[in-house]
Each structure stands twice: as structure tokens, then as C-alpha cells.
């Protein structure tokens, strides 16, 4: 459909751990923490030496791996993997790690991110012979490696991902190595830890405190590693590298107890918070978040505004993501499920409710109806990012720009849309600075083109195409 342009749906958690005896055990924990980042589908894949072992299925961490299942994932390395897809994307073959076997050695790829010329290299792959089995991006990286031909592995994999463009935070596990690599814009986050003499990767740091590993480091953009039983080697594979990691990784994604360029992502929320309470300040009794992703930012809004934090929403946390439901109908039902007002906080009394953002408006317009029917007089709404206007290309599902409620309408259409009293988002430039605080550099960039409509990277026109068709 024109003008229907549809963000991509990949929201990943990658984790990978090389030179531990317990590596699949370990993986299940990290995945665990890193679930949050995906619910639909899990796996994990493990290398003895000699050969490798591969569990996947659709579901939670917990419904994916039995006991039994981690028994036989035998081995001192392992690439794991937790995935979000939404209809049409959710094929078993998708779930990762993808594993290939060729003659020689076998590869599992795990990735986090999406590529912005997938659909031109896919029509090329298939135009040279290449049979791709799934509609994922990941595969058209193991395919161009694959096809680098008689090189050194780490060669192939970086000329592979000299022809790949968009975002990816990636782990590769062969028979004996893990190749670990990251866009040269660093759009979405990916660290490194150690435990013990083990290495362990993954997309957050708050994995590597549950499983007792230190944080050494993030991966840097336009950075090739190769770790293998004589250590870790690091590499470039492109000079041109800027950092630009997504500021929705902050506002909304990624979880507060996990660290970004070596900043607390609860840390940032609220600052974040605080900067809406100096932009927008309102006459109010009360202030309230949306748990779980809000409540840093409304924490730090209370503290600005000088007026008490309160539990005015409480969530039932055994339902899922309400985004997650694939129609709308649905997704209303979800919110319900949900969420529920606290009568006897917000009764009689003036209400500051801060979410993270907005995206089809749906959170918002059923939360402010529950505080009114739980008796509030006002619900002034309050979003610490700015208005999302524009998809997404690189792995974060900000859904189309038809659905996107601030695409098309003013702040005033929106308020009354949402049946708030009053409607402020934080500024750009109110973003942009309670991520870098106190940074003294601009090393580390952040990417807002939903936001702004800037994006890092080129956007090829082939990477709208499969949601245009009709
Ligand atoms: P909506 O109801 O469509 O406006 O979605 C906004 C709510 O979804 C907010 O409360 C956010 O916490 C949450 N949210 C924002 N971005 C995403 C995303 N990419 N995936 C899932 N949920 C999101
Ligand atoms: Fe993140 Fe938005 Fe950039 Fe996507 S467009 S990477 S969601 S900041």
C-alpha cells in the first residue's frame, strides 16, 4: 500500500559465552535476562570442538528448554538467542540462531538488527543460485560469507559484512571460534564480559550480572572479534564508523538495571524525566508512571516537580507486552488485562501520568480513561521521548507510519485523542542531552531518526517493497 511504509520487526537479544563447561546452562540465564527483548522465539546452539548441538522453538526461554534439552547441549561455547516477529515473520525456520552445515564446518548466527539492503542482496543471492530458506535478513550475511569463497573465515565474514548495511550486533559460533561484530554505526548495543577465563557476549549488561561475569567493554562500531581457544582478537572492517545507538534502547527497550556506553539506562530515564518536568511543569497532586518502562522517567519528573511519586498504576506482570498482540482489538484487550488504577491513590486528585512514548496512542488513551474512572480530576499525560513520527528500518518495531499516531496529527488533535487534560513530550534536544550528561565527547552519538526523520544510514527503497505489494 503507498505511503504505508512498515518499520521491520526484529527486537533481539543475542548472548554467546566461549571457553565455559557450563556454556548452554550459562546461555539459558543470559537468555532469561535478556527476554524482555523477545518473546516469540528462543534457541540456543553449542560447540564441543568437533561438533555442534542446536535446541530452538517458539516461545519464552523457559517454555523453549527443558532439562533435558540443556543436558545434551554439550560444550564449551554457545550463541543464543531470544526473537520478537510479528505476523507473517514468525515461521519456525526464522527462529535463531540460524545453523548452517556445509561440507567443511557448520555456522550459527545469531543478530540482533535489521539490514536496510536485504531485499536487493536477496534478489541477487537468488539471481546467482542461492536457495534462502527463511525470510530473514540474518541469512542473506551467511550466504554472502558463504560465498567469499576459499578465504580465512574471519576474512569472509568481514567482506560479508562490507556488503551488508543497516544494523547488526552479531555472534557467530563454528565448530572452534566465535566471531562477534557490530555495524559501523552501532545502532543497536552489544557487550562483552568476562567470567572467570570464559568470554561472554550479549546485547545487555544486566545478562552478564545475573550469571556473576563482569563487564569488560562494548563492541565497537565497524568491530570484527574473533575469540578461539588462544583468546580474543579484535579487528576493523571499515574505517568509516560512527557511533549512532538507538535512543529508544534508552527510552523504552533495554532494561534500567542494564548500562549503555557505560551510562545506567534507569540512570538516564530519569534524567530524561526531570528534563520533561523543567519543560512542561504542571499544577498537579500527584505523579504516576506506566510500570515497568516509565517509572525511572516518572520518578525523575516527581523529583523535579517537587511533588510525590506514587503507585497510581499497578501492572499484572504475567501478561505480555500489550505491542506484542498482533491486532488492534487484541491489543486493547491487552492493555486491560494489564494495567489497573489505583482507586485510592489517584481518587479526588490532580494526576501527572508519564509514559515513555507514544506509538499508536492505544497505552495512553486506555490509561488516562482508567485514572478518570478510578476518580482523578485531571490526568495531565507526560512522554519522555519526543513524538514518534517515522518507522523504524533497524530492528525496532515502531509499526507503520499510518498507525503512528503523531505521523499525522497536531500535539492539540493528539491531546484530545487521547482524552488528556493536557500533552507534552520531551524535546529532541531534551533527548538528546540526558543521554550524553556529562559526556565529554561525541563518540558516542545516538541515532532519533523516528523522531527526527534523519536517518544514519542510507534507506534503500527495496527495504519497504515486501510491505508495499497489496
Ligand atoms: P501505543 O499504545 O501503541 O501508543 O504504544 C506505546 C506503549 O508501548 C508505551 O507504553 C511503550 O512503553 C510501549 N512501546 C514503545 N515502543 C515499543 C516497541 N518498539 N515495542 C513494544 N512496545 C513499545
Ligand atoms: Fe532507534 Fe528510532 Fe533510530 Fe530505530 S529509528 S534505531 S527506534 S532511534
Redesign the pocket.
Known sequence: MPGEIRGLNEECGVFGVFGHPEAAQLTYYGLHALQHRGQEGAGVVTTDGENVHAVKGHGLVNEVFSENQLVELVGHASVGHVRYATAGDGGYENIQPLLFRTQKESMALAHNGNLVNAQGLKNQLEAQGSILQTTSDTEVIAHLIQRAGNVYKEEAIAQALSMVKG?YSLAILTETCMYVAMDPRG?RPLSIGKLGDAYIVSSETCAFDVIGATHVREVKPGELIKIDEDGMKSRRFTSKIQRTL???EYVYFSRPDSDLDGKNVHASRKTMGRKLAEESFVEADVVTGVPDSSISAAIGYAEEASLPYELGLIKNRYVGRTFIQPSQELREQGVKMKLSAVRGIVEGKRVVMVDDSIVRGTTSRRIVQMLKDAGATEVHVRIASPPIKNP?Y?G?D?STSGELLAATRTLEEMKEEIGADSLHFLSTDGLESSIHEGEQSLEHGS????FTGNYPTEIFPSTIPPYEKE
Do not use: E, N, R, W
Open positions: 544494523a545502532l538507538c535512543s529508544m523504524c533497524y525496532i515502531t541515532c532519533q531518526a523516528c
